[in-house]
């Protein structure tokens, strides 16, 4: 049900990963962005500071929301080759 669990990552798309360092899911989200890097799958991870899982839905103005939103979109358009 999930790529994170799969014994073998390679041949994956690219990944960005976002995760707050105060996400209960902090952990997980590194290891599997490690096991990405490690199976040869282009990996950015971002992990941001003081951040809570969906801290930029939840407090959508805050400077770090804005980067978190700023980033995915950057991402996005990269992947689609508009950037």
């Known amino acids: 049900a999930t ?3 799969a014994a ?3 041949g994956l798309p690219p990944r960005c990963i976002h995760v707050g360092a105060l996400d209960a899911l902090r952990d997980a989200s590194i290891a599997y962005a490690w096991r990405l890097m ?3 799958v282009p990996t950015a991870l971002h ?10 839905v939840f407090v ?3 400077a770090s929301s804005q980067r978190i939103v ?3 979109i ?3 358009r ?3 080759g508009s950037d």
């Open 3 to 5: 790529p994170m669990r």
């Open 8 to 10: 073998d990552l390679a």
């Open 38 to 40: 490690q199976a040869g």
């Open 47 to 56: 992990v941001t500071p003081g951040c809570f899982h969906a801290s930029e």
């Open 60 to 62: 959508p103005d805050a």
């Open 70 to 72: 700023a980033a995915r």
């Open 74 to 76: 950057g991402a996005l």
């Open 78 to 80: 990269r992947a689609l």
